[in-house]
């Protein structure tokens, strides 16, 4: 099932919940209503897993639509007698995921069909209308202009070169994302997608909203610190960042302040640590967590539709300048043909 299936499920809970409804029949209810029958099997696994004498959460992490950082909420719902509001803020959590992917989505869009079309338009260049300009040139023994013989020249070398590098980045990809299975590897990509530009920028951005905002919801649930840490980390898909939150847990266990275990994983950004010891020393993380999430996500709307704009232009001239080399390469060699002497 989808995370929104997961999220819509979660806030008709949460719902039923509040109005008065007992947990079994609200999950019953749930499965009638579901928007598909994936959905329908959750909600049935659940109010049965329930009927057998576990608990909501421990039903719950017996099912893999449920990330651990939701059965936390959930716990912790049950724990404090206020389940239709943790249910709230699972939802509220997806929800806000769903969100940011949606506007990561909508950024890559356009660069992506740019990136396709220039790959079209030098593709059918090289196989179809280069060819044909070089054998209707090739009859007259008028010699080239430069540019057009560079861009013969160029012609040839992609012919013969492109088969073994595109080969080789298939290999190259295929090796990555086999090295990604494993931990110590995949930690070590991870760290270095985080130097990229632009994209290193974005991933840092990301990752302080959302560890920031899965601590204020985790820490306003009445989770201890050192459970929010654990439960938090695992909303980071980054392994080297998730090692971080961790390695900072440790740090907090062994009686040192959040602030300078944050500070300690310089990845994230300046701001999660300072705002971590204000709230410390005013007793209000939670919220202070809170107001480092909506900036960062904030920011990071920004930064995408800033980079978006960016690249958009980019590679638009890319694709104009290919074109133009071309025509500029035919006219020319066909000018010096019409001018030289019968």
Known sequence: MTALDLELGLRQLSSMLRAGLPLLPALRTAAEQARNRRSARLWTALADR?????????????????DPYTAALVHVGETSGDLDASLARAADHLAQARAARILLLNALIYPVLVLLLT????????????????????????????VTQLLLDLTHGLRH??????????VL???VLLLRLLPGPRAFLDAFALRLPLLGRLLRLSATANIARGLAILLDSGISLLD??????????????????LAARLDVLAGAPLASA???????????????????????????????ATFH????????????ALVEPVLIL???????FVYTAFFMALFSIASTPG
């Open 228 to 245: 929010a840490l654990s439960a938090a980390a695992l909303l980071l898909s980054n392994r080297h960042l998730r090692n971080r939150v």
């Open 262 to 292: 944050l500070a300690a994983a310089p990845e994230f950004s300046p701001m999660l640590p300072r705002m971590a010891a204000i709230g410390e020393t005013t007793g209000t993380l939670s919220a202070a967590m809170a107001e480092t």
């Open 318 to 324: 890319i694709v104009g300048l290919i074109v133009g």
């Open 297 to 308: 996500e904030t920011l990071l709307q920004t930064s995408v539709r800033r980079a978006s």
């Open 119 to 146: 790959a079209g338009v030098v593709t059918f260049m090289l196989v179809k209308v280069i060819p044909e300009i070089e054998d209707f040139l090739l009859q007259s023994a008028t010699a080239l202009p430069p």
């Open 50 to 66: 329930i009927e057998t004498g576990l608990s909501l959460s421990e039903a719950a992490a017996t099912l893999s639509a449920f």
């Open 161 to 170: 070169y492109a088969p073994p590098v595109l080969l080789a980045l298939l």
């Open 173 to 175: 990809l295929v090796a």
